[in-house]
């Protein structure tokens, strides 16, 4: 009894056995069976061309005024008015204050008698340098009568024909003429030297005449430059003095504005190091500027200078830029951003946002559809995005279709239709500078705010669906 018992139980395992069994079988050929009749996936693909690729970096920026100037005065005084009116235009030269101007115009009148009394001063030095000449001539020509006449009673005397008496006085009135003409010299010494006194005298009141005059003309403070006024800190019946702290008034010169932009020193050194490893050309010195609302400046500046110096509480390197203002719709201190070509990237590609996938370590991936129309893996190495797709500079190969739409839905080795992708408004590629030079390819970089690129959210959709799908 127990033996059939126990057979029973061994044919029920078994038969249980055989039914899963079949069970699986079926299943299994029920799934293949169901992947013969679903049709290949579909991909669109995007062919690899390579070309020279501006590399744009985006940076953020404050507007700084091309000149300041802050108004002084140069003069002591009290304000009499106010010649400006405040937060306006004003030009080189135009007056802005009126300091009074009693003190300074009795300096000016003072100023003017002293020239006049040190001209008269030496006009008189002058005639007295007349009397002393004439006075020495008349000395002289007594002198000369004089040794003429001691000349004659030299022989005279020599015969005793005049007593002696009458030689030694001869002698005496030369040596009296000789005395007179050297008192004469010296006064007329004396008087040219009151001459010169009275030159240097009028040389002296012309100076302070000057002085006055130029302190009198600095009443009027002008504007030291052409530029937009900021408040007065001044009004009418205020007192100034030369050489004071707080200005009257700045002024600012806003056509051209500088646009400071901050870089970080480590980037710089990689744009420096990629240049001279000869992976990426010097760009150019063009500037594109997004305001604070997103609008997008109208006319393009000029890159200025970059320091040669970095700074150490922010370890980045001011670069600066110089842009029309004509319409002063740019006033200093505001926020920008600016968008700069500072290379260009040789034998690049150009890949769409969407056919980039990122591995969990963060490696960036592409799936390339190779001849026999499957799936294979490839990483790429990205540097940047231009136009709104991902530059590529390796791990692709002119003519190797990346899959830019459908990549979610496959997996590697997988046998898929190829398709090229099509689209109203396709991303320029590499090639699509179209042999533009680098620079002109620079000029059409694109305008618009990425969050707007659609092709950035299909891209967001797909990276999400593969990461589930592995």
């Known amino acids: 009894m127990k033996h059939s018992t126990l057979a029973l139980v061994i044919a029920s395992v078994l038969s249980g056995a055989v039914l899963v069994g079949c069970d699986k079988n079926e299943d299994a050929a029920g799934e293949q069976a169901a992947q013969q009749q679903m049709p290949p996936a579909v991909v669109n693909v995007q062919t690899v061309t390579f070309d020279?690729?501006?590399?744009?970096?985006?940076?953020?920026?404050?507007?700084?005024?091309?000149?300041?100037?802050?108004?002084?005065?140069?003069?002591?005084?009290?304000?009499?008015?106010?010649?400006?009116?405040?937060?306006?235009?004003?030009?080189?030269?135009?007056?802005?204050?009126r300091i009074n101007t009693d003190n300074y115009a009795s300096s000016v009148a003072s100023g003017q008698a002293a020239v006049q009394q040190a001209q008269a001063n030496y006009q008189t030095a002058q005639a007295n340098n007349a009397n002393a000449k004439a006075e020495l001539a008349s000395r002289q020509a007594s002198l000369a009568q004089a040794q003429n006449d001691l000349q004659r009673l030299q022989g005279l005397v020599d015969i005793d024909a005049i007593s002696k008496q009458q030689y030694e006085q001869a002698q005496t009135a030369v040596r009296t003429a000789q005395a007179a003409v050297q008192s004469a010299a010296a006064a007329v010494g004396q008087t040219q030297a009151g001459i010169e006194s009275a030159k240097a005298g009028i040389q002296t009141a012309k100076a302070g005449l000057q002085a006055s005059t130029l302190d009198l003309n600095r009443t009027i403070v002008r504007a030291p430059l052409t530029g937009r006024t900021d408040r007065s800190s001044v009004t009418a019946g205020t007192l100034v003095s030369a050489g004071q702290t707080d200005p009257l008034v700045t002024i600012s010169r806003l056509d051209p504005i500088y646009v400071d932009i901050s870089q970080s020193s480590s980037e710089l050194l990689k744009l420096r190091q990629q240049i001279s490893e000869g992976k990426a050309q010097p760009g150019m010195n063009s500037v594109e500027l997004v305001l604070e609302d997103g609008s997008v400046y109208p006319v393009r500046g000029k890159l200025a200078l970059s320091e040669a110096k970095v700074d150490e509480s922010t370890g980045a390197v001011t670069l600066r830029a110089i842009f029309p203002n004509s319409n002063n719709i740019l006033l200093p201190g505001m926020y920008v951003t600016a968008r700069l070509t500072q290379s260009v990237i040789t034998n690049a590609a150009l890949v769409?946002?969407?056919?980039?996938?990122?591995?969990?370590?963060?490696?960036?991936?592409?799936?390339?559809?190779?001849?026999?129309?499957?799936?294979?893996?490839?990483?790429?190495?990205?540097?940047?995005?231009?136009?709104?797709?991902?530059?590529?500079?390796?791990?692709?190969?002119?003519?190797?279709?990346?899959?830019?739409?459908?990549?979610?839905?496959?997996?590697?080795?997988?046998?898929?239709?190829?398709?090229?992708?099509?689209?109203?408004?396709?991303?320029?590629?590499?090639?699509?500078?179209?042999?533009?030079?680098?620079?002109?390819?620079?000029?059409?970089?694109?305008?618009?705010?990425?969050?707007?690129?659609?092709?950035?959210?299909?891209?967001?959709?797909?990276?999400?669906?593969?990461?589930?799908?592995?």
């Open 52 to 97: 020279t690729v501006p590399q744009v970096q985006t940076f953020s920026g404050r507007t700084a005024a091309y000149q300041t100037a802050d108004v002084r005065p140069q003069v002591n005084g009290v304000i009499d008015e106010v010649l400006f009116r405040e937060g306006s235009n004003v030009k080189k030269g135009q007056p802005l204050y």
């Open 352 to 470: 769409p946002q969407s056919a980039v996938m990122r591995t969990p370590k963060g490696d960036t991936q592409v799936y390339i559809a190779d001849k026999n129309n499957k799936i294979q893996v490839r990483p790429v190495t990205i540097n940047g995005t231009y136009d709104g797709q991902w530059i590529v500079t390796d791990g692709l190969q002119a003519g190797d279709k990346v899959v830019v739409i459908g990549g979610s839905k496959v997996k590697p080795e997988q046998e898929v239709v190829v398709k090229p992708l099509e689209s109203a408004n396709p991303a320029p590629s590499a090639k699509g500078a179209e042999a533009k030079t680098p620079q002109q390819a620079a000029k059409t970089m694109d305008k618009k705010p990425a969050g707007n690129d659609t092709s950035e959210n299909n891209a967001t959709k797909e990276k999400s669906t593969e990461a589930a799908a592995n």
